[in-house]
């Protein structure tokens, strides 16, 4: 199946700022994710989304984050006002239309907050 | 709680030696079990994934699961320089639950 397709790869911002990370899973599938992954740290999930609602979030995933499919393609991660921990590579993924359980993963973007 | 627990390495082998990767997990509800592969710099790979315990083979890769004692090992035959990367092992319940990561083992295989 297609990859996931990632933008922007690296991002650098100054703390306070909004961020939004894109994601282009392909249309026609039901189940998406975003996980983070802290320098040196465990990746972490973050949220699930399925049929266009949050369908799942952990701790992490407070007021400051929010999740669209604007279009019916994209699937972005919004981060209100960055914070210096913030910084982390943030991963999307796509379930398998076959089973939620499989996900493929994009390359990841990079925040960095400054 | 959810909770799946990874040596971190460093695990450095030479070449051609058989690799074991282990696991551990607290919640007796997870019933899939993933490894995958990630190698600097990139999202994590699919290896391989099972349905509850038993045994799954992929070419030179074996994955197992001991429900009873909520083990996960993932086993690596002849094992190559191409094989040295982070070998992360994840859980997930049924449905669109979170999947949960172990910290990730840094394998390196010395040529």
């Known amino acids: 199946e297609p990859e996931v397709t990632q933008t922007p790869s690296h991002q650098v911002t100054q703390m306070g700022q909004e961020v939004i990370l894109r994601c282009v899973p392909i249309?026609?599938?039901?189940?998406f994710y975003w996980y983070r992954q802290i320098l040196g740290q465990k990746v972490e999930f973050l949220v699930s989304?399925?049929?266009?609602?949050?369908?799942?979030k952990s701790e992490i995933f407070d007021d400051q984050f929010s999740v669209e499919r604007p279009d019916g393609s994209n699937f972005t991660l919004k981060i209100r006002s960055t914070k210096l921990e913030d910084s982390a590579m943030y991963f999307c993924?796509?379930?398998?239309?076959?089973?939620?359980?499989?996900?493929?993963f994009g390359a990841g973007s990079r925040l960095t907050v400054l | 709680q959810k909770e799946v627990e990874q040596d971190p390495g460093p695990l450095s082998v030479p070449e051609g030696a058989i690799v074991s990767l282990n696991c551990t997990y607290s919640?007796?509800?997870?019933?899939?079990f993933m490894w995958y592969r990630q190698y600097s710099r990139k999202g994590p790979e699919l290896l391989m994934y099972?349905?509850?315990?038993g045994n799954k083979e992929d070419g030179r890769f074996t994955a197992q699961v001991d429900k009873s004692s909520k083990y996960i090992s993932l086993f690596i035959r002849d094992s190559q320089p191409s094989d040295s990367a982070t070998y992360l092992c994840?859980?997930?319940?049924?449905?669109?639950?979170?999947?949960?990561f172990g910290k990730g083992t840094h394998l390196i295989i010395q040529p």
């Open positions: 993924a796509r379930g398998s239309n076959s089973g939620a359980n499989v996900l493929t």
């Open positions: 249309s026609n599938h039901l189940y």
């Open positions: 989304f399925y049929n266009n609602e949050i369908s799942e």
């Open positions: 919640n007796s509800a997870f019933q899939y």
């Open positions: 099972t349905y509850s315990s």
């Open positions: 994840g859980t997930i319940g049924g449905g669109a639950d979170g999947l949960t």
